[in-house]
């Protein structure tokens, strides 16, 4: 199918533009708060409704300032030395996930710290939470007609205004359903139960790694870095792989609960 060019602006107010891409981090925040209220609220849980605020704010500095640094310094660094005042622009995009996982873990250090409470059983808390908002960031690239896949004739495939006359995979919907839906279903089951410290981190690290990993094939890299190796490595797979070692040893370590 044929993507119509889709406006990135939502709405106007005056001369203020409120685009699509802004509004789906601020679905991805509103969902995370509201997640974040109901597993505080379960009997037993050590949370206040309080703390989760908090804690949540600190996560969205994390999210905003880690994402675009990352993708600064991950991907496109020339252009921004070159053009500095681009980085202010996040409502074109840009954002990259493993700057903004840098950005929440660093955020979320200083609060368990400021708290008094273990990092990862932060972490554990709010990786739950994440997902949604990965699942609305994919659909605001998809939006924003950027990280198309490869060619392809499957019978959903999409052509992008930007991408050519060729048909395409859908590789921001495939990473909706598989970092959102799909790891959202397996993690929000996972930490139902008891687990020891820090493996409902290591789940989502593994599982978001693993999913990342898998998409990349089909998705284009980066124009400005392209494959890095063996004609098929990306970026992205790399940045992945310390994520995947890191989630298996939080997951394989002995630990009380």
Known sequence: MTLPPLDPVAFSLGRLHVRWYGLMYLFGFASGWFLGRRRASRPGSPWQPAAVDDMLTCAMLGVILGGRLGYVLFY???????????????????????????????????????????????????????????????????INGELWG??????????????GPWPRHP????????????LFALIWIYSAKSRKTGAVSGFFAVG??????????VRVPDAQLGYLAFGWLTMGQVLCLPLILAGLILLCRKTPK
């Open 171 to 182: 590789t921001q919907l495939y990473e909706a359903a598989l970092e959102g839906l799909v």
């Open 76 to 142: 496109d660094l020339a252009a921004y030395i070159q053009e500095p005042w681009e980085i202010l622009r996040i409502w074109n995009g840009g954002m990259s996930f493993h700057g903004g996982l840098l950005g929440v873990i660093a955020a979320l250090a200083l609060f368990a710290r400021s708290r008094g409470v273990p990092f990862l059983a932060v972490t554990d808390f709010v990786a739950p939470l994440v997902p949604p908002g990965l699942f609305f960031g994919r659909v605001g690239n998809f």
């Open 208 to 217: 978001y790694g693993l999913a990342r990993f898998g998409v990349e094939f």
């Open 150 to 163: 490869k060619v392809s004739d499957v019978p959903w495939a999409v052509v992008f205004p930007s991408g």
